[in-house]
């Protein structure tokens, strides 16, 4: 028994390190994704270190080398639980005029059930809708919507990558763009708060960083980073929103914020795992909101799955200047904007 609790303490620090390698290929990147499964295993496997008392030398070892990966896996893991620090502050009273609701889903290109995302949109009542992985089916199937949501930018692909943006808000400006690669859109569109405050959104969906998709994480990477750039210098309060394919707590995603200064409504609030809808035990935050420090939050609220492998997610903010000095504000240091540069000028394929 003894043996295999060993072989298991060595898996599970290895699954912790090799994130730290900071290489491009999948098969590092995707160990970032299970931080919470394995914060789960290393601490099981403690307990029955502990039960089945380990003699030998090797195996003191591996359980110390345990019990530092359960801190290091815990320190990683406290910042999205309400024992850590809000990035951003809950909103001090309401002013509708001043808020604005967001709904994000992806629905699964291939799933049918439609009719229960129009009672969602119907019940959470958003101001604006982003749904992606929509195709030509999806956009005949939503459209009955447009009414309640005239202001409208959409891309119905075959390719998993469609997105469809509802908006009841005055919309400026929208465009669609292949930031990256041709056949990966984002939208970048304003849209006009009731108090007539304009608001610059970004919506996204790279490619994630597994076989059947990209080998690699260049080019998530890269888009997200180069939408990073252009909310940093935007002079509008700014809100970037979509399935990132990348969770929560990565180093893309850190970096994300460093370098646009964006704000993480989930940072002490709770892990909002948005995937995977079927299964409990592999569930991730990879749908994501990001806001400039001049928002509020309101609420924020994982919604029950539609028949998608996504949770579908909504949220509320509200602009509120005042907050600036109030929110935690993530900043790069020389080292962080040296990688991002590095990232923004990898070649593609």
Not at 92 to 116: C, F
Not at 265 to 294: E, M, Q, T, V
Request: charged residues 25%; aromatic residues 12%.
């Amino acid at each position: 028994m003894q043996q295999v609790l060993f072989c298991f303490s060595i898996l599970v620090m290895l699954f912790t390190l090799i994130p730290l390698i900071r290489h491009d290929l999948w098969v590092f990147r995707v160990f970032e994704y299970p931080r919470l499964q394995k914060l789960a295993l290393n601490a099981v496997l403690v307990v029955l270190n502990i039960w089945f008392l380990p003699t030998e030398m090797h195996h003191k070892v591996a359980f110390i080398g345990l019990l530092l990966n359960l801190a290091y896996l815990s320190y990683l893991v406290v910042p999205f639980t309400f024992i850590g620090k809000k990035q951003i502050i809950s909103a001090r009273k309401a002013n509708n005029d001043e808020n604005i609701s967001v709904l994000i889903a992806n629905v699964y290109q291939d799933n049918r059930e439609s009719e229960k995302y129009l009672k969602l949109i119907e019940k959470c009542d958003p101001d604006a809708v982003l749904m992606v992985e929509t195709n030509q089916w999806w956009h005949d199937q939503m459209d009955v919507i447009g009414t309640d949501y005239p202001h409208q930018l959409k891309i119905p692909l075959e390719n998993t990558y469609g997105m469809i943006f509802y908006s009841r808000l005055e919309i400026r400006e929208g465009s669609i763009n292949f930031l990256v690669e041709d056949d990966v859109p984002s939208i970048q569109l304003e849209v006009r708060l009731k108090s007539g405050q304009w608001v610059r959104l970004y919506c996204l969906h790279p490619k994630p960083p597994v076989p059947q998709e990209n080998p690699r994480s260049t080019e998530r990477d890269k888009e997200i980073l180069m939408v990073a750039e252009m909310a940093k210098k935007c002079e509008l309060p700014v809100i970037v929103m979509g399935d990132l394919n990348d969770v929560a707590w990565s180093y893309t995603t850190e970096l994300f914020g460093k370098i646009s200064g964006l704000l993480d409504p989930r940072r002490g609030r709770g892990f909002f795992n948005s995937f995977n809808a079927k299964y409990f035990f592999l569930r991730f935050p990879l749908d994501h909101i990001f806001c400039s420090d001049d928002f509020t939050l309101s609420s924020i609220k994982r919604m029950n799955s539609c028949g998608s492998d996504h949770f579908p997610m909504c949220v509320n903010l509200q602009y509120d200047p005042r907050a600036e000095n109030l929110n935690s504000h993530p900043v790069a240091d020389k080292s962080d904007i040296d990688r991002a540069n590095e990232k923004l000028t990898a070649p593609t394929e």
